[in-house]
């Protein structure tokens, strides 16, 4: 992990309990910080960051554009806003995140405001392909697990979370007194963990190797060819 | 697993190759681009180094941002027209064909690709967009991606995908007078949730969805993500040859019959084997609108908004945010809902077929004291042709404003939102909270016919009614062309 820490987020960090983490690059085999819970299913892109937002031609400065409309219904309490979440890496949701838009605005700006991975009971298609081009893994756990995970984290803020996307495994570690470690079992299709585990997440390079086979399918093609004259 | 549909063999046409991470490299047929989800596509591209493999398999338009009411350059909105010249300056550069503000071309993307003959069966299209499922009306694997896949196509002219299980929805039936292909696909996502189609895509068949023109077919395969199936598609046939004969890039000559028959022989046929089936009959769908902050939150016209006792438990938290933020009373009919603002357009129901639908409601009738109500062109050729049989004079009569063509308020990237709490009908395609531009503002999602029915009722009405009986004023009709 070697990219520089993004100005967005690093403005975001008021209790700098731990350093703004970099942007994914390389193999993402292991996480650890605090996490923040965002309670609700089917919650859509256009609540992640409403498109008034969208009109940028480029991703920088979109954290503040997290669950704006969210944050400005209930001013402070969100937990985006609560000043004990600041600096969570680890967003734990529930089912359907990410769903509607395919704007890929949405994991920009919660990765700009400074999550690094997701834990949910399922997430949309597009927006977990998004994640995943980003390096952010979206894992999913039981809806039971995750209730009491939410729980856990509003309570005691402080909780580090230890997320292995190798072993699929999420260690709970309570602040100092608050009980002891607990661990939940996570999954991820074995396709994207290899992705993720390897580094090769970023998949341009591996389209681009095919160059010959590309020509192939291109030149077998009806609709390329004045279909077949 | 699937085989022999016309998603299993438009797949194995596409594959490139498999990739270490398990999915398939897919050569992308036709990619479409806006100003939205491009500009950190190509920053990210110039960033690599890297060319755009195929510029002429990738064609750009301008819609999300652009106002409805003027479109002289530059926009008031610095950002707006920040976005529209980073476009010019991309397509420019890597030899894009745009198809820009009065070109006669310009449009809503899902709106335009199709009338230009771009889209066409047997193609994989994707664009940064999620209703690009609209492009499987014509029997084309289309897909919405996020941007950094947007970059991979440019880059590549193919994306890695996982295959999709495919679900036939089998319509039997006739649609009945009053009811569209809106009504219909509010009903399928009523019925299958939300979320019931995540992982497959939807195959729509049978007698009903024979019996759809393309424009309705489109309507329906565009909302086929909002039931969380990113693609939907029909299989082509005599309808679909008919639409793309003649248009601009559609094959012509020889080319054109040749074309016919590779489109017939990707159809889905008797041999297809599908991973599951729903069935739905046609004529028992009434008139749908949403009254909830999900498109699955639908009704017919003449139900009540459901009690939570009616609501499956899971889908009750859903439902209370729902009463909440709409601030409905549940059990209350949904018809007889005052509404504010009444918006037709988007690329849902932004077609000509959508204002002819529209246009016989409003015709001979005027729009309810204290509604704003407005008609949209999903593109310029849109806007045109209703031009050209007078729909705009229709509309305007009635009180509609007649704008140019764009996104508006679909959603709010541009000067058109809601105010406050306002609340719309609206002929687009999704609810979510704040979608329309305003955190507090509500959106009823219905077919463009009842939209005008609601603005001439100033309230949610039942568009039968309306379509059963002459406008009170039918002297007003002849008078129409000569109002502002
Ligand atoms: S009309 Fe609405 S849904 Fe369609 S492309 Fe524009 S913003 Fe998206």
Same mark, same amino acid.
């Given at each position: 992990m070697s990219a520089p820490p993004s100005p967005a987020a690093a403005s975001h960090a008021p209790t700098p309990v731990l350093a703004p983490a970099p942007f994914p690059s390389g193999p993402v085999r292991r996480l650890q910080g605090r996490g923040v819970a965002v309670v609700g299913n089917d919650i859509d892109t256009d609540r992640i960051i409403p498109a008034r937002?969208?009109?940028?031609?480029?991703?920088?400065?979109?954290?503040?554009?997290?669950?704006?409309?969210?944050?400005?219904?209930?001013?402070?309490?969100?937990?985006?806003?609560?000043?004990?979440?600041?600096?969570?890496?680890?967003?734990?949701?529930?089912?359907?995140?990410?769903?509607?838009s395919s704007r890929e605005h949405a994991p920009q700006a919660l990765m700009r405001w400074g999550i690094r991975a997701l834990i949910g009971e399922s997430f949309a298609e597009i927006f977990f392909g998004n994640c995943l081009a980003l390096g952010i893994p979206c894992l999913q756990a039981p809806a039971a697990d995750l209730a009491a995970l939410q729980a856990a984290l509003t309570a005691s803020p402080a909780t580090i979370l230890d997320l292995d996307i190798e072993a699929l495994r999420l260690t709970i570690s309570p602040a100092a007194g608050a009980g002891d470690p607990r661990s939940l079992a996570l999954s991820l299709a074995e396709g994207p963990q290899r992705m993720l585990v390897s580094g090769q997440w970023d998949g341009t390079a591996q389209l681009l190797a095919h160059g010959a086979a590309l020509d192939a399918t291109a030149a077998r093609l009806p609709y390329l060819s004045g279909f077949g004259a | 697993m699937s085989a022999a549909t016309l998603y299993d063999k438009v797949w194995d046409l596409h594959r490139v190759a498999d990739l270490p991470g398990g999915s398939t490299q897919l050569f992308i047929g036709l990619h479409l681009i806006h100003e939205v989800t491009s500009p950190q596509a190509f920053t990210a591209l110039h960033d690599l180094g890297l060319p755009v493999r195929h510029p002429e398999r990738t064609v750009a338009t301008v819609d999300h941002i652009v106002p409805t009411t003027s479109?002289?350059?530059?926009?008031?909105?610095?950002?707006?027209?920040?976005?529209?010249?980073?476009?010019?300056? =991309?397509? *420019?550069?890597? /030899?894009?064909?745009?198809? #820009?503000?009065?070109s006669g071309r310009q449009g809503i993307v899902h709106v335009i690709a199709p009338e230009l003959g771009l889209t066409q069966p047997g193609m994989t299209v994707a664009c940064g967009d999620s209703h690009t499922s609209t492009h499987g009306a014509f029997g084309a694997i289309a897909f919405g991606i996020g941007t950094s896949q947007v970059r991979d196509v440019l880059a590549s002219q193919s994306l890695a995908m996982n295959k999709l299980r495919v679900r036939r929805i089998w319509v039997e039936g006739t649609l009945q007078p009053g009811v569209y292909a809106k009504d219909l696909v509010l009903h399928v996502i009523r019925s299958l949730g939300v979320k019931g189609g995540v992982g497959h895509a939807y195959e729509f068949a049978g007698p009903a969805i024979d019996a759809l023109?393309?424009?309705?077919?489109?309507?329906?395969? =565009?909302? *086929?993500?909002? /039931?969380?199936?990113?693609? #939907?598609?029909?299989n082509p046939d005599a309808t679909t040859f008919a639409y793309l004969r003649g248009r601009p890039h559609a094959p012509a000559g020889e080319a054109w019959e040749r074309a016919v028959a590779w489109w017939s022989s990707l159809a889905s046929g008797p041999d297809a084997v599908y991973d599951d089936e729903v069935r739905f009959d046609a004529a028992a769908i009434a008139p749908t609108v949403t009254w909830g902050i999900t498109p699955g939150q639908g009704i017919g016209v003449d139900e009540c908004v459901p009690t939570l006792e009616q609501t499956p438990a899971e889908e009750r938290p859903l439902a209370e945010e729902a009463y909440r933020y709409m601030d409905l009373t549940p059990g209350t009919p949904i018809a007889g809902l005052p509404v504010d603002v009444c918006f037709i357009g988007s690329c849902t129901n932004g077609r000509l077929s959508d204002l002819r639908a529209a246009a016989a409601v409003a015709r001979g009738r005027r729009v309810a004291a204290g509604i704003k109500a407005f008609v949209v062109p999903g593109s310029e050729q849109v806007a045109a042709a209703a031009e050209a049989e007078g729909l705009d004079a229709v509309f305007r009569a009635a009180g509609f404003e007649w704008r140019e063509p764009g996104c508006s308020m679909c959603l709010a990237m541009n000067p058109d939102r809601l105010e406050g709490r306002q609340i719309s009908a609206s002929s687009s395609n999704r609810n979510f909270k704040g979608r329309q531009g305003s955190a507090s503002g509500r959106t009823l999602l219905m077919s463009p016919a009842m939209v005008a029915a609601a603005a001439v009722r100033g309230q949610v009405a039942d568009v039968r009614e309306l379509l059963a009986t002459a406008p009170a004023d039918p002297a007003a009709a002849p008078l129409a062309a000569g109002r502002p």
């Open positions: 937002f969208l009109k940028c031609v480029s991703f920088d400065g979109l954290a503040q554009g997290a669950f704006a409309d969210d944050r400005l219904e209930q001013p402070g309490a969100h937990p985006f806003d609560r000043p004990e979440h600041q600096g969570a890496t680890i967003l734990v949701v529930n089912g359907n995140f990410g769903c509607g | 479109q002289a350059r530059p926009f008031a909105d610095p950002l707006a027209e920040e976005m529209l010249a980073t476009l010019e300056a =991309n397509c *420019a550069a890597h /030899g894009i064909t745009l198809h #820009g503000l009065g023109s393309m424009e309705e077919r489109m309507t329906l395969c =565009n909302m *086929a993500i909002e /039931g969380g199936a990113r693609v #939907g598609y029909c």
